[in-house]
């Protein structure tokens, strides 16, 4: 099962998350989130903004086996660009309502001068059987789905949907899980069944503040699992 911490900013909190066992790690670049990570200038030109680097470190190194996750809501398929080299992105996640032609175009911008087999994530919203068959449209375009919450917060909300409404998914797009999970729903986790269910996404639940996780918590999660 893929493991994707989502709305990491800080860079120890990111070097101590990527030590115990996730998959993924997401950075959140919509500018309304509480987790946004900007961008500063520097003498090497535009670096990642972590607020705990300290000087003459200024790039974080995930563990090897640990993809970065970028997050963007209807944002300008430049800026994309920008990030996905800026932050040596691995996976794109589209939370906004972008349609096929420009994820196509992205990907053949990006792949494979600027990051060869990058991976691309659409998120949707799901509150009704019409969301879910909204997955139709982007068969064929995207490598995964992501299906969360339907909320104006895009994504972080802390609130769950019913996932019983993913029964009537019958794509061959794997997907994750997203939406409120927390500590307390590892039974709930284990006991749902997909055929293309490959992980969950884990943020606010996890947090002691915005961008901030609970390692040990985290830890224990997936422990048990």
């Known amino acids: 099962m893929i493991i994707k911490v989502c709305g990491m900013r800080d860079a120890e909190n990111i070097r101590a998350v990527e030590q115990i066992g996730v998959d993924w790690i997401g950075f959140i670049f919509w500018q309304d989130s509480p987790r ?3 961008q500063i200038n520097s003498r090497a030109g535009i670096i990642p903004d972590y ?17 970065r996750v970028g997050v963007f809501v209807d944002d300008m398929p430049q800026n994309i660009v920008t990030r996905v080299f800026n932050f040596k992105l691995d996976i794109i996640q589209l939370h906004g309502s972008e349609n096929t032609v420009m994820i196509d175009n992205l990907r053949r911008t990006l792949d494979p001068d600027i990051k060869a087999g990058i991976k691309i994530i659409k998120a949707l919203n799901i509150s009704t059987l019409e969301d879910v068959e909204k997955t139709r449209e982007y068969e064929g375009h995207v490598d995964y789905f992501l299906f969360d919450t339907k909320t104006l917060c895009k994504g972080g909300s802390g609130e ?3 996932w019983s409404l993913l029964n009537a998914y019958n794509g061959n797009v794997p997907f994750l899980l997203s939406g409120g999970i927390g500590p ?32 040990d918590l985290i830890k224990k999660f997936i422990s048990q699992l």
């Open 36 to 38: 946004y990570v900007k």
């Open 160 to 162: 769950k949907f019913n």
């Open 184 to 215: 307390d729903d590892v039974d709930v986790v284990k006991a749902f069944k997909h055929p293309m269910f490959v992980g969950i996404d884990l943020n606010s639940r996890f947090e002691t503040a915005p961008a901030v996780k609970d390692v």
């Open 51 to 67: 607020p705990s680097l300290k000087d003459g470190n200024d790039e974080i190194q995930c563990h090897r086996d640990v993809k």
